[in-house]
């Protein structure tokens, strides 16, 4: 039964409530009760598996979907994102766009578990500080920004990613751009002739296979 293992692996061993990755502490914490977790997650392999994406796409059984605990889904109406929280987590605005315009989502089928994932490795309040420090080197920042909410509202978000590797035959045309010059004849300002080099673009239709 993995659900069983994988939720008794995130259970805090003092209160049973869910344990929640620390990214300062780079451990199970309890947000409850304060505990470390002497569970681990394994950090240390990082290895990569690659699937043949038809294989996996065709193959993918029912018992790899899902996330295998409650989860909420809501769209935003704005952007259009759909984010996945936890039950008792409330969004106010949209993580992508900022937008207030969440609703309910029905996922019709169950997303595809992830296989791996890359802890936090910055706590909220250390990317809080840091994108204080970065506003504040902005020059021509209007100063609004500095105050924005925006840096109070920070919140980590997991996003999924996908690599492909691809083998392309492709057969390409384009127009290309050849830089040329010209002398042009001018007078200066004490009343002089002189001359310049004027850059011109000489356009080719060009073509290749790649
Ligand atoms: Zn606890
Ligand atoms: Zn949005």
């Known amino acids: 039964m993995p659900e069983e293992l994988a939720r008794e692996k995130f259970a805090c061993p003092a209160c049973g409530a869910e344990a929640i990755w620390n990214p300062a502490k780079q451990a199970l914490v309890c947000p409850f009760c304060g505990t470390t977790s002497p569970a681990k997650l394994d950090t240390g392999t990082g290895g990569i598996i690659e699937h043949d994406l038809v294989t996996a796409l065709r193959g993918i059984t029912d018992d790899k979907r899902g996330w295998q605990t409650e989860k909420r889904y809501v769209k935003c109406q704005s952007c259009q994102a ?3 929280l936890d039950p ?3 969004a106010q605005r949209c993580d992508f766009c900022g937008s207030a315009q969440l609703i309910p989502y029905e996922q019709t089928k169950d ?3 992830p296989e791996s994932l ?3 490795k910055v706590t909220e309040d250390k990317a809080r500080d840091g994108i204080r420090t970065w506003y504040g080197r902005l020059w021509l920042a209007p100063n609004k920004l500095k105050h924005s909410a925006l840096t109070d509202t920070v919140k980590g978000i997991y996003l999924p990613y996908w690599t492909f590797d691809a083998k392309v035959d492709a057969a390409w045309t384009a127009e290309a751009g050849f830089y040329y010059y010209t002398t042009e004849s001018y007078t200066d300002s004490s009343g002089r002739s ?4 004027i850059q011109h673009v000489r356009w080719e239709s060009a073509s290749g296979q790649l």
């Open 118 to 120: 890359l802890p936090f």
């Open 82 to 84: 759909i984010s996945v």
């Open 194 to 197: 002189q001359t310049r080099q």
């Open 111 to 113: 997303a595809f578990r």
């Open 88 to 90: 008792q987590r409330q």
